[in-house]
């Protein structure tokens, strides 16, 4: 087997498969990417048995097609170390060799054989989703779940399915952040009455693994795992146990509350600023909305105090609510600058509801005042 690839574009694609491998693992065969070349293209996959991703690469200039495996460590540190725009890649089954215009380097080789057999995406009923608004959702939702709870389902983003639409949501008790969008179901697949929760890794690693020449994500759930499709690249995940909570139950009704109107930049920027002075036994941050401007206040028992203010199209009775900075910047983050968002307020004991215009949903429970 012997082939030449762009040496940058291969260590994208192989960076991405590198990220599933195990950096230990009892089966030593994982810590590698199994590696197979025909035609101008090299199929790269890796697996911790949990989750498991294969993703394509072209452009290759193939001398003899073949399978090898290659050790996510060593090799890695070749392509990342070298500065030849192209690298020769061989192995006769015993060495891998891989060559630049001035380096060489000979690995051992490894059997690909015992690399084990990853599942292939061949369902027939399965959802469609527009691959820029379903890596939208990821971004929008795996920062609010929970990996270190004792409580599993809280370590993943739960996705459902019914009819031609999909919501995903992320929680981990303190706050929830719910995007629902469209999704066209081919063949009648739905997951209603199933609790599918994927896993926060393995949505982390898809969203990287999209490229943004795909249009198009399947998904297609079962009972225990989820398969996951695009152009270039096929995702497989074992489903968190557990049970996910009721969220539609958490949300708050919002009638008779009050709802104001916010810019994205200027907002999370007046949201760094107060949480300056805080720390983590002083976490609160006062927004007080009244007399034409909403203002943020910080009390540091020891790193001092912030008072910011910025301008609020709102003129009636003054309302206070104590919430944490961290997470209003989590949700800010993901969003455009320019974009403007609605937060509605009741009191200092209601949750907070904040919203965009494109169905993305965020809950941030307040804190005890002092």
Known sequence: MKFTCEREKFLHSFQIAASVAPTRSPKPILQNVKLEVSGDM??????????????????LAVESPG?????????????????DEK???????????????????????????????VTSFNEERYHEVPAVFFRQLVRRTIFATDNESSRYALGGVMVSFVGDEIDGVGTDGRRLAWQHGPAKSVGGHDNEGMTTIIPTRAMTILERALAESDDEVQLSVRENDVLVRSRRMMLYARLVEGRFPKWRDVLPNTEGATSFELAVGPFHSAVRQAAIVTSDERRGVDFTFGEGKLALAAFGAEDGQSHVEMPLAYE????????????????????????TITMTVRNAETAAVLRTGDGYTYIVMPLARK
Do not use: H, K, W
């Open 42 to 59: 090299a199929q790269l996959t890796a697996t911790d048995l949990d989750v498991a991703l294969r993703t394509e690469v072209g452009g």
């Open 67 to 83: 399978t090898m495996v290659l050790p996510v460590g060593r090799f890695g540190s070749i392509l990342r170390e070298s500065s």
């Open 87 to 117: 690298l020769s890649i061989e192995t006769d089954g015993t060495n891998t060799v891989v060559r630049g215009r001035s380096s060489e380097f000979q690995l051992p080789a490894e059997n690909p054989d015992d690399y084990p057999t």
């Open 316 to 339: 009636g009775p003054g309302i206070v609510v104590t919430l944490d900075p961290r997470y209003l910047s989590d949700f800010l983050r993901v969003l455009d600058p320019a974009q």
